[in-house]
């Protein structure tokens, strides 16, 4: 929905500016009057452009303005605000102050003039789908619907904070490995485009055998300089090809999720983070009121494996048929046998969304666990494999040094 920007006058008459959404100029005036604002000036952002406004006027964001660190401080913030006695207008307009960036303080203008014309808090963050998931926005709504806002809120921000620790602990604990793989794929490459090549040339006018090490070192060093850059350039069209048909091809998309789900260790890891995901997700969202199938459906679209969402998608199904859940998800044979516990003993108590916490929890940890287990074990193999191929490449260079003084004594 476009977003304008406009100056009005108050009932008071003073002058306020800020950015109101709307479909077009007429509406975006009718809802500043239905305010109790007089508009004098309005003019249309780039913030939040319609399909169809022309490409010249559209705004492109490379990221979004509200990531995941900053959405869970945004919701703790809205959260503590309103709960200290705040009106939800007053909050949105002291968080707009306090914004870091100008297109933060743009959408929550929006926000706060959606919600100050009478719209819900949810169907304003709707006008944002980039910036505010489909999950933030119904269990607000949720929150909104059953008189628990500011509660609601809390552990809204609570699940996002958890999210972001997952995340976070994760990359940490693959970024040494990853570090060392792309030093020592750098090295390597440096050795024999550049070094190799310069230390061989001096045995190429001499008149004896090389050391066979040396021969398959020169042989790659010579790959390297003719076929390098070539074999790079068709790497990176490839890379360019496969991410266009995952974005455009959905059984494409869908293959390849199911091929990464059978890879040993990697299938384990995506699995796991996935259940963890959709179980604490999921609880959330009972917890807050929403309706287990409107549930189901939010919770899946948190989901990034395409083989993992189909489950959930069948599952949802069955479960609207009158399947209880932890056999719907069964018949997938891909959630942690743990999960699916959890989820019977919940459906069984009537106590489903504690089960879910607590599965999710449990999954974390093992996750954790997991991820910095295999972490440890790489950080020293990767070290020696590196040392390993300099150790080689350095043999195959003093080898004709070292047969070369034995020939001319």
Same mark, same amino acid.
């Given at each position: 929905m476009p977003l304008y920007r406009y100056v009005a006058i108050q009932s008071d008459g003073r002058s306020v500016k800020g950015l109101v959404t709307a479909d077009t100029e007429k509406l975006a005036r009718q809802k500043l009057r239905a305010s109790g604002q007089t508009p004098v000036e309005l003019s249309l952002t780039s913030s939040q452009a319609s399909k169809g406004t022309p490409s010249w006027r559209r705004?492109?964001?490379?990221?979004?303005?509200?990531? #995941?660190t900053a959405r869970a401080l945004l919701i703790r913030q809205l959260s503590s605000l309103t709960e200290g006695g705040l009106t939800l207008e007053r909050? #949105?307009?002291?968080?707009?102050?306090?914004?870091?960036?100008?297109?933060?303080?743009?959408?929550?203008a929006a926000i706060h003039g959606d919600v100050t014309a009478g719209a819900s808090l949810s169907s304003a963050l709707?006008?944002?789908?980039?910036?505010?998931?489909?999950?933030?926005?119904?269990?607000?709504?949720?929150?909104?619907?059953?008189?628990?806002?500011?509660?609601?809120?809390?552990? #809204?921000?609570?699940?996002?904070?958890?999210?972001?620790? #997952?995340?976070?602990?994760?990359?940490?604990?693959?970024?040494?490995?990853?570090?060392?793989?792309v030093v020592a794929m750098l090295i390597t490459i440096f050795l024999l485009g550049s070094v190799v090549p310069q230390v061989t040339e001096v045995f190429s006018q001499n008149r004896f055998d090389l050391p066979p090490l040396t021969i398959f070192v020169v042989s790659l060093s010579n790959w390297v300089n003719a076929w390098g850059g070539i074999s790079l350039l068709v790497a990176v069209v490839l890379g360019l090809?496969?991410?266009?048909?995952?974005?455009?091809?959905?059984?494409?998309?869908?293959?390849?999720?199911?091929?990464?789900?059978?890879?040993?260790?990697?299938?384990?890891f995506i699995t796991g983070y996935n259940s963890a995901r959709f179980a604490s997700t999921l609880a959330l969202l009972v917890m807050a009121g929403v309706p287990i199938i409107k549930a189901l459906q939010t919770a899946g679209q948190t989901i990034t494996n395409e083989g993992l969402k189909e489950i959930v998608v069948d599952a949802t199904e069955s479960v609207t048929q009158g399947a209880p859940l932890a056999l719907a998800l069964e018949s997938g044979q891909r959630f942690p046998r743990l999960l699916l516990v959890f989820i019977r003993l919940g459906e069984k108590t009537g106590d489903l969304p504690t089960m879910l916490d607590r599965a999710a929890k449990q999954l974390n940890a093992d996750l954790q666990r997991r991820a910095i287990t295999w972490a440890t074990a790489l950080e020293p193999l990767l070290i020696v494999a590196m040392g390993g191929v300099v150790m080689v490449i350095v043999l195959a260079v003093l080898l004709p040094i070292i047969q070369l003084n034995q020939w001319v004594k």
């Open positions: 705004g492109i964001h490379m990221r979004a303005a509200f990531g #995941l909050a #949105l307009l002291a968080l707009q102050d306090d914004a870091a960036k100008p297109r933060q303080r743009e959408i929550l709707a006008n944002f789908p980039s910036e505010f998931p489909v999950m933030d926005r119904a269990v607000i709504a949720a929150g909104e619907q059953g008189g628990r806002f500011s509660e609601v809120l809390t552990q #809204l921000a609570n699940e996002l904070e958890s999210a972001h620790a #997952l995340r976070a602990k994760l990359l940490g604990a693959a970024l040494y490995p990853a570090i060392v793989s090809v496969g991410r266009s048909l995952l974005s455009s091809v959905p059984r494409f998309r869908l293959r390849w999720h199911k091929f990464w789900l059978n890879v040993p260790v990697f299938g384990r």
